[in-house]
């Protein structure tokens, strides 16, 4: 399946990403907004990882954002726990590639998402977590039309605080009456 706006698609993600998502997932700078753990991992455990949990899982699809122009791979969005009798799935993203943050490629590939979610999978709810102190996030998540569903308080600890998570989630009636 492939997704694509005027400037980036989305393409699922195949054993051949091994090595730029093992990149980014050693990159602490790039995962200390979104993972819950921060560690520095063997390329063997990368392997490992996407082989079993990212592509080796029924209840997850992931997607490999590409830049048209340049066709480089500059972050990974997925729905994972998705849950076809409630119709529901979580939905995690990571620009990966430092140079392009912050130029709007976040929201392009989320629409393109959310669209696939909505509209072809018919899912009725799609949620994420995001981290107290990620307030680009936070504010990009409340603009495509998230609301905020509760917290889980002084959840994780980064840089010598502790910091909440903060529940979000966004209805399929909701999305399509904002686009």
Same mark, same amino acid.
């Given at each position: 399946?492939?997704?694509?706006?005027?400037?980036?698609?989305?393409?699922?993600?195949?054993?051949? $990403?091994?090595?730029?998502?093992?990149?980014?997932?050693?990159?602490?700078?790039?995962?200390?907004?979104?993972?819950?753990?921060? $560690?520095?991992?063997?390329?063997?455990?990368?392997?490992?990882?996407?082989?079993?949990?990212?592509?080796?899982?029924?209840?997850? +699809?992931?997607?490999?954002?590409?830049?048209?122009?340049? @066709? +480089?791979?500059?972050?990974?969005?997925?729905?994972?726990?998705? $849950?076809?009798?409630?119709?529901?799935?979580?939905?995690?993203?990571?620009?990966? $590639?430092?140079?392009?943050?912050?130029?709007?490629?976040?929201?392009?590939?989320? +629409?393109?998402?959310?669209?696939?979610?909505?509209?072809?999978?018919?899912?009725?709810?799609?949620?994420?977590?995001?981290?107290?102190?990620?307030?680009?996030?936070?504010?990009?998540?409340?603009?495509?039309?998230?609301?905020?569903?509760?917290?889980?308080?002084?959840?994780?600890?980064?840089?010598? +605080?502790?910091?909440?998570?903060?529940?979000?989630?966004?209805?399929?009636?909701?999305?399509?009456?904002? @686009?």
């Amino acid at each position: 399946m492939l997704f694509e706006s005027s400037r980036m698609f989305l393409r699922k993600m195949t054993s051949e $990403d091994i090595e730029v998502y093992h990149r980014w997932r050693n990159d602490i700078e790039v995962m200390k907004s979104t993972a819950p753990f921060l $560690d520095i991992y063997h390329i063997e455990e990368t392997e490992e990882f996407v082989n079993q949990v990212i592509l080796g899982s029924q209840s997850s +699809k992931s997607y490999i954002i590409v830049e048209k122009e340049s @066709n +480089k791979p500059i972050g990974i969005t997925s729905l994972t726990n998705i $849950d076809y009798k409630n119709r529901s799935a979580e939905f995690i993203i990571d620009i990966g $590639d430092k140079t392009s943050w912050g130029k709007g490629y976040g929201a392009e590939s989320m +629409k393109l998402l959310l669209d696939y979610s909505f509209l072809e999978m018919n899912l009725h709810r799609v949620f994420l977590r995001v981290f107290s102190f990620n307030n680009r996030a936070i504010k990009l998540y409340e603009k495509m039309g998230f609301q905020h569903e509760g917290r889980s308080r002084e959840s994780i600890f980064r840089e010598g +605080k502790w910091h909440d998570i903060i529940h979000m989630s966004i209805l399929q009636n909701e999305y399509i009456q904002r @686009n």
